[in-house]
């Protein structure tokens, strides 16, 4: 009984953090917003900077994986591998969500040394929508390092619970 | 009984030495990564206005400290190097340290969330870098490399030393599970060997 509810409640957690990753690259790619000022339009697009593109093809593998391995069989052995290439996806989260996080901080609050000019004041709409991505793909963290202990536990059995 | 023998033996096997080894590559690489970081700065006296025939110069300064992404890979890659040399320092001198089976389990996740910190640090940093580089025609933010040459390549240093920093730290969490998931198979069984440090 308590080996069932430990097991619905880890395929719960993936579940989440499958959903969770679905949404951030949903949210992401469709923010896209068009201003014009002074004759001269300007239309932001998620594929105007690098960064954003990095952080929607990371969330893609997470959300093809996670979705993979909701269907992987209890009895295999491959639970084994997939701590690894659970760290291996958290780190891939961790790096995208940095990497958007970094780049659209520049692009809120600018660079003044750099002669950088914020955008935000200009796209408001884009810069919301790159917010909610942002945080969705927080949760997505979150719940993948959650999922990490999780698949550590389920395979190490670390506090000897079982009775040899 | 198998509870009992949890005994773990003086460390030479042949996963503490790799752990070792690659511990030690790890400090080093992201001490360097934080220390070249650090010291990022340059200064340059260049002309921004010219009034009839008398320019204008001002002497501009790129420093780390002007780009929140490079102060947290300097923080981040300062707190990898310290976790590695403390457990280098806890693999050398006390090899022997336990208590009830958790020193194998602190040390793997411990490990594994090192390992996700400095891989965020690389790469924020290696994306603000990226745009300090080539800029950003749809924003208009220009591109600051090709005045400040020398900045720009220390950082792309400092950044190729976080990112083998990132590839050792993955492995060292590798290593670091396999250790874990090998001694909890001896807890399973009846045998009274002793298990890996």
Redesign the interface.
């Known amino acids: 009984m308590v080996k069932l509810t430990k097991r619905i409640g880890g395929l719960v957690l993936r579940l989440a953090a499958f959903g969770a990753a679905l949404a951030a690259l949903i949210v992401m790619v469709t923010s896209r917003e068009r201003a014009s000022f002074f004759a001269v339009s ?1 239309e ?1 697009k998620y594929t ?4 954003f593109k ?1 952080f929607v093809i990371a969330n893609a593998v997470v959300s093809v994986y996670s979705f993979l391995i909701l269907f992987l069989p209890k009895e295999s052995l491959l639970w ?1 591998f997939v ?2 290439l659970d ?2 996806m ?2 891939l989260l ?6 958007a ?3 659209a ?3 809120k609050k600018g ?1 003044a ?5 914020p ?1 935000c004041g200009q796209v408001p709409k884009f810069c919301d929508q790159i917010t909610g991505a942002l945080i969705a793909g927080f949760v997505a963290l979150v719940l993948y ?1 959650l999922l ?2 999780y698949s ?1 536990h389920s ?6 619970l ?1 009775k ?1 | 009984m198998a509870r009992e023998k949890i005994v773990v033996a003086g460390g030479t096997t042949k996963s503490w030495k790799l752990l070792l080894g690659l511990r030690i590559f790890a400090f080093m690489a992201t001490l360097a990564a934080a220390i070249v970081m650090s010291l990022n700065k340059e200064t340059k006296t260049l002309v921004v206005a010219t009034i009839g025939t008398v320019p204008i110069k001002a002497t501009l300064t790129a420093k780390f400290q002007h780009t929140p992404a490079f102060v947290f890979f300097v923080i981040a890659n300062v707190m990898v190097s310290f976790h590695n040399l403390l457990m280098i320092a806890l693999q050398i001198f006390s090899p022997k340290l336990e208590y009830k089976g958790l020193r194998l389990l602190s040390i793997a996740i411990l490990d594994m969330l090192n390992a996700t910190l400095v891989s965020a640090a690389a790469n924020a940093a290696v994306f603000v870098a990226e745009l300090g580089k080539n800029g950003n025609k749809h924003a208009k933010w220009n591109k600051v490399c090709d005045r400040f040459a020398t900045y720009c390549d220390h950082g792309a240093g400092a950044i190729i030393a976080a990112f083998a920093g990132v590839i050792l730290m993955l492995l060292v969490s590798a290593v670091s599970i396999s250790r874990l998931l090998i001694n909890s198979k001896n807890f399973s069984t009846t045998a009274t060997t002793t298990s890996v440090v």
């Not at chain 1, 961790?94 to 990497?99: M, N, P, Q, R, V």
């Not at chain 1, 040394?113 to 000019?117: D, K, P, Q």
């Not at chain 1, 395979?155 to 000897?160: I, N, Q, S, T, W």
């Open positions: 300007l932001a105007d900077m690098a960064a990095y084994k701590v690894v760290l291996v958290t780190m961790t790096s995208s969500l940095s990497a996080l970094a780049v901080q520049v692009g660079n040394n750099a002669g950088w000019l955008i390092v990490l202990l550590l395979v190490v059995d670390p506090f000897l079982q040899s």
